[in-house]
């Protein structure tokens, strides 16, 4: 896996545009990589994630394949490094995740956010049982919610969204690495589900 750290130009126009549009922003975050016609889910295909780190110019992305930020527009970004990833998944981590806690009413089919932080917990607590890690600490920062327009007749985007950091500890090794490498929850293609650990030292 590849990790990038991209630091935006906050004085470019295109980059106040693209932030105040999750769609767009998605866009523009894909056109560092192929440009395949007969692919039909690169993102999926290719596990990208991404995460606009709070009140900074940062956007961490992860992918299985290495992009190339050249292709952005000039002026876009002010800076940007990558590096390979190699991860052990076991033992004890520092996390950072944010997410769109929330769940499918299976009689409308209408996915609704979950607002307070119990119902907020409870959510990844129950992703980590079925992703392969049990929370150890964890604390809830408030995060703005996701908007976002697509094509004339199409739905708005508008997801709920959570910061979630803390410790916690895997279960189940090669179920997290799945978990840690195709993201966590819904939203991914808009900023969420990316899980970024560091080792726990003992």
């Known amino acids: 896996m590849y990790l990038s750290q991209l630091i935006l130009n906050p004085r470019e126009t295109v980059v106040l545009r693209d932030l ?3 769609h767009k922003f998605h866009q523009r975050m894909m056109q560092a990589f ?3 016609e007969d692919r039909a889910q690169p993102r ?3 596990h990208i994630l991404f995460r606009h780190e709070p009140d900074s110019d940062v956007v961490l992305v992860q992918s299985e394949i290495e992009p190339d930020w050249h292709k952005l527009p000039i002026g876009y970004l002010n800076n940007h490094s990558i590096k390979s990833m190699n991860l052990l998944p076991e033992g004890r981590f520092q996390f950072r995740l944010r997410a769109n806690p929330s769940k499918r009413d299976f009689k409308t089919k209408k996915i609704t956010g979950f607002y307070h932080r ?4 409870a ?3 129950r992703q980590g049982e079925c992703q392969g890690f049990r929370l150890l600490e964890v604390d809830i920062i408030p995060s703005p919610n996701v908007f976002g327009t697509k094509q004339k007749g199409q739905a708005p985007v508008r997801l709920t969204t959570a910061l979630y950091q803390g410790t916690l500890e895997v279960t189940a090794p090669s179920t997290f690495m799945t978990a840690v490498q195709q993201g966590i929850g819904r939203g991914k293609s808009y900023g969420c589900g990316l899980l970024s650990l560091a080792r726990l030292r003992a």
């Open 123 to 125: 959510w990844l607590e």
């Open 34 to 36: 192929p440009d395949e």
């Open 44 to 46: 999926q295909d290719w």
């Open 20 to 22: 105040s549009n999750a």
């Open 118 to 121: 119990p119902d907020q917990l």
